[in-house]
C-alpha cells in the first residue's frame, strides 16, 4: 500500500482511538457521588466483557465443538478462580485437543 | 512510586500473553492483505485495540472513504469512553492532565477491568506498568504474526483465538462466585449481545455498538435491580 496514503488512515484511526479513550478521563475528574451512575459504573465491566465474551467465545476457533468445549473447560476454571493466564492456556490447550481428536478421526 | 509501577506490569503480564495469540492473527491478517510488516506493526503500536484494528484493516484493503475510517473507529470504539469515566473515578488525586494524555492510551477492555477491580484508587505509575507490559506484547505478537505468514499451523492459530476469551472468563467469573447479582448483568449482556448475534440485527447492528448498547443496559438493569452501597462496595472490593 502506498505509504503516504497508509499513514493517513493511520492518523485517522490512531487518532480518533485515542481522543475516545482521552477525552473523557480529562472531562470526568471530580468523583461521582450519584449512587446510580456509581452502580451503572460499578456493573459496567461484567456486562462489557460478559457482551464480548458470548457468543463470540464459541466461534473463536473455527468450529463450534472446539468452541464450546474450550469455553466449558474456561468456566469451569474460572469459577475456581484459577489465574487470568492459567485459564486462557487451559482452554487454548482443550480446543487444541478437540482439533487434534477431529483430524484423528476424521 | 516504583512498587506501583512494578505492580502494574506484573498485573499487566497475563493481559500481555492473551495479547500476544489476538495480535498474531492481525499481524498474519495485514500481511495476508498486502500490508508490509512495518506497517501491521505500528497499526498495533498505535491503536491498541482489536475490533478496532481489523475493521480499520478492511477498510484500509478495500480503499474506503477516510470519512468512513473515521466513523467505523468512533462506533467500534466508543465502549472505551465508558470505560475512561469509571477509570477516571479510580485515578488518585495526582492523576491531572498531562498525565491523564498518557493513561488514556491504554484504556482497554483488559487494563480498564484490572484497573477498576483494585480495591483502592490507581496512581500514574501503576496505569503506566499496567499499560506497558500489554502494548509489548500487543506490538510484539503482531510483529511474530506479520512474520509467521502461512508457517503456522492451522490447528495452532485456530486454538489461539479463544486465548482471549479464556482471559474474559478469568477476569468477570471469579467475582461473580462472591456477589451471584453480577451473574445477572453477565447473563443480561450475553442475552443481549446473543439476540443480535442470531437475528437479522446482525445485519444493521456493527459489533462495536452492540457492545455500547448491551453494556449500558445491562449496567443499567443492575442499577435498577442492586444499587450499590458505597461502603458495601469498598468491602467487597475486588469485584
Do not use: H
Not at chain 1, 478521563?25 to 449512587?35: A, D, S, W
Not at chain 1, 457468543?55 to 468445549?69: K, R
Not at chain 2, 492451522?154 to 477476569?171: K, N, Q, S
Amino acid at each position: 500500500m502506498n505509504t503516504k496514503i497508509f499513514l493517513i488512515y493511520l492518523l485517522l484511526m490512531a487518532g480518533v482511538t485515542y481522543l475516545i479513550r482521552t477525552i473523557p478521563l480529562i472531562v470526568f475528574r471530580e468523583k461521582i457521588r450519584n449512587r446510580f451512575v456509581q452502580s451503572v459504573l460499578y456493573y459496567m465491566p461484567y456486562a462489557v466483557l460478559g457482551t464480548m465474551t458470548f457468543p463470540a467465545i464459541f466461534f473463536s476457533t473455527g468450529d463450534l465443538l472446539s468452541g464450546c468445549v474450550g469455553a466449558g473447560v474456561g468456566t469451569v476454571l474460572a469459577l475456581r478462580k484459577k489465574s487470568l493466564l492459567f485459564v486462557a492456556i487451559a482452554a487454548c490447550l482443550a480446543v487444541a485437543a478437540v482439533k487434534g481428536l477431529e483430524l484423528l478421526l476424521r | 512510586m516504583g512498587q506501583d509501577f512494578q505492580k502494574g506490569i506484573r498485573d499487566g503480564i497475563p493481559i500481555a500473553l492473551g495479547y500476544l495469540s489476538v495480535s498474531f492473527t492481525f499481524g498474519l491478517a495485514a500481511v495476508a492483505n498486502g500490508l508490509a510488516v512495518w506497517q501491521a506493526v505500528l497499526i498495533s503500536l498505535t491503536n491498541l485495540t482489536s475490533a478496532g484494528q481489523f475493521a480499520g484493516l478492511d477498510i484500509m484493503v478495500a480503499a474506503g472513504g477516510y470519512a468512513e475510517m473515521v466513523l467505523a473507529q468512533l462506533v467500534i470504539n466508543l465502549r472505551y469512553s465508558l470505560m475512561s469515566i469509571a477509570v477516571s473515578q479510580k485515578a488518585d488525586a495526582k492523576m491531572k492532565t498531562p498525565q491523564r494524555l498518557l493513561v488514556g492510551f491504554g484504556i482497554t477492555d483488559e487494563i480498564f477491568a484490572v484497573a477498576t477491580g483494585q480495591n483502592d484508587s490507581v496512581s500514574t505509575a501503576y496505569m503506566t506498568g499496567l499499560m506497558l507490559t500489554p502494548i509489548a506484547g500487543w506490538t510484539l505478537g503482531t510483529l511474530l504474526g506479520a512474520l509467521a505468514g502461512n508457517i503456522l499451523p492451522a490447528l495452532v492459530a485456530d486454538a489461539l483465538g479463544i486465548a482471549i476469551y479464556g482471559m474474559f472468563l478469568a477476569i468477570i467469573l471469579p467475582p461473580a462466585r462472591e456477589n451471584k447479582k453480577l451473574f445477572v448483568i453477565i447473563g443480561a449482556a450475553a442475552a443481549i449481545s446473543c439476540i443480535r448475534y442470531f437475528t437479522p440485527l446482525r445485519e444493521v447492528l456493527s459489533s462495536g455498538f452492540t457492545i455500547i448498547i448491551a453494556a449500558i443496559a445491562a449496567s443499567v438493569l443492575g442499577a435498577v435491580l442492586f444499587p450499590v452501597d458505597t461502603d458495601a462496595q469498598k468491602e467487597e472490593g475486588s469485584a
